[in-house]
C-alpha cells in the first residue's frame, strides 16, 4: 500500500489531485494539511484521513511514502524542502516557486530551489512535477514522431500559447527540443496578465519563438519546423498534423497525415492529472523512469526566469543552468 499525506487542500487537491490518487489500486491518502484548519478538516472527513495544521506535526506522526505539496507556488519551496528532508517522495505542482505568482517568474525566485534539488538528489527519492500536459495524446505523438527522426533535424519551433498554459509549454518546448541557451524577450499590458513574445535559441542550434496572451482562442500552438517534415500540435486534448517531405527543401510535401484526437470523454483535460500522477506513482514504485522531475520543474523557472529579465532590461539573457551535485 503505498500512503500519501497532502499539503494544501484548496481546488486543486479537491477536484485533481486527491482523485487522481484515489484512482490508483493499492493508494491511499491517510493524511491532509493546511493552515486553514477547516480546509483541511473538510477534505479529511471526506477522505477518512487525519486532518492536520502544521506540515512537521504531519511528517512526525504519520507513516507517509508519498507528500503531495498542493498549495500555491508562493509558500511551495520551503514545505518542499522538509519533505524532501524527511526522505519523502515528493509530487508538486507547477510553477516550483513565484514571489510574484506563476505569471512574474523573476531570477530572485530560484536561488532558493538549489537546495530543494540539492536535497532530493541526496535523498534518492522521487520529486514529481505536475507538466500534465505531457500526458495529452496529442503532445506525446509529437514527442514520439520528433524521437524517430521522422521530421529530421529541428528548425525552427514557433509557440503560442493562453498565459493559463504558459509554464506546461516552456516545458513542452524544452521536453521535445532540449535546452534553451538564450531568450530575448519584450512584454506589454497589464501588470497582472502581460502579454510577452520571446525569442528563443536552443542548445542544438534552432531557434525559436514564444508568446503569451490573454487574447486567444486556443490554449496553446506548437509549429515545429524540422529538415523532412513539420508538426503542428494544438491544444489539450486536441489535433495533431503532421507534414512529410522527402528531405528536399521546397513546398512538394508528399503527403499530409493529420490525427485527431479520441472523443473528449476519453481523454480530458481533468484527466491528465490523473495520468500524471499515476505516471509519478508507478516511477515510485520502480516500475518506469518516465516522470516529469524537479529537474524539469527548475529547469522550466530558469527559462522563464529569464524571459522575464529579458523583459525587464530589454537585453538577451542567457539561460543559467543550475548543474546538480
Not at 511514502?65 to 500555491?72: G, Q
Not at 507538466?131 to 505523438?141: A, Y
Not at 513574445?197 to 503569451?212: D, H, I, K
Request: charged share 20%.
Amino acid at each position: 500500500m503505498v500512503r500519501v499525506g497532502i499539503v494544501g487542500c484548496g481546488p486543486i487537491a479537491t477536484s485533481h489531485h486527491s482523485p487522481g490518487f484515489l484512482a490508483i489500486p493499492g493508494v491511499e491518502i491517510v493524511a491532509v494539511c493546511d493552515v486553514d484548519q477547516a480546509k483541511a478538516k473538510t477534505l479529511g472527513e471526506k477522505l477518512s484521513a487525519q486532518v492536520f495544521t502544521d506540515v512537521d506535526s504531519m511528517l512526525g506522526s504519520v507513516d507517509l511514502d508519498i507528500v503531495d505539496v498542493a498549495t500555491s507556488e508562493g509558500p511551495r519551496p520551503p514545505l518542499l524542502l522538509k519533505c524532501l528532508q524527511a526522505s519523502k517522495h515528493v509530487f508538486t505542482e507547477k510553477p516550483l516557486a513565484g514571489a510574484k505568482g506563476q505569471y512574474h517568474i523573476q531570477l530572485s525566485d530560484i536561488p532558493q530551489l538549489y537546495p530543494i534539488v540539492d536535497e532530493w538528489q541526496k535523498q534518492g527519492t522521487k520529486f514529481g512535477i505536475n507538466f500534465n500536459l505531457r500526458q495529452s495524446d496529442n503532445v506525446r505523438t509529437l514527442k514520439n514522431t520528433i524521437d524517430s527522426g521522422r521530421l529530421g533535424e529541428p528548425d525552427v519551433l514557433i509557440a503560442s500559447t493562453h498565459m493559463g498554459s504558459t509554464n506546461h509549454v516552456i516545458d513542452l518546448l524544452r521536453w521535445i527540443n532540449g535546452e534553451v541557451d538564450e531568450v530575448s524577450a519584450v512584454w506589454r499590458g497589464d501588470a497582472t496578465h502581460p502579454t510577452r513574445a520571446a525569442q528563443m535559441t536552443y542548445a542544438n542550434g534552432s531557434l525559436g519563438t514564444f508568446v503569451n496572451s490573454m487574447e486567444t482562442d486556443l490554449f496553446f500552438e506548437v509549429n515545429y519546423l524540422g529538415s523532412k517534415g513539420r508538426a503542428i500540435v494544438q491544444d489539450i486534448c486536441g489535433d495533431l498534423e503532421l507534414r512529410v517531405r522527402d528531405g528536399v527543401a521546397g513546398w512538394d510535401f508528399e503527403w499530409t497525415q493529420g490525427w485527431k484526437p479520441k472523443p473528449t470523454t476519453s481523454q480530458t483535460y481533468s484527466g491528465l492529472f490523473a495520468q500524471s500522477i499515476a505516471q509519478f506513482v508507478r516511477a515510485v514504485r520502480g516500475e518506469t523512469d518516465q516522470y516529469a522531475s524537479g529537474l524539469d520543474g527548475l529547469r522550466h523557472m530558469e527559462i522563464d526566469a529569464a524571459m522575464t529579465e529579458s523583459a525587464q532590461t530589454g537585453v538577451p539573457v542567457r539561460v543559467q543552468r543550475y548543474e546538480l551535485n
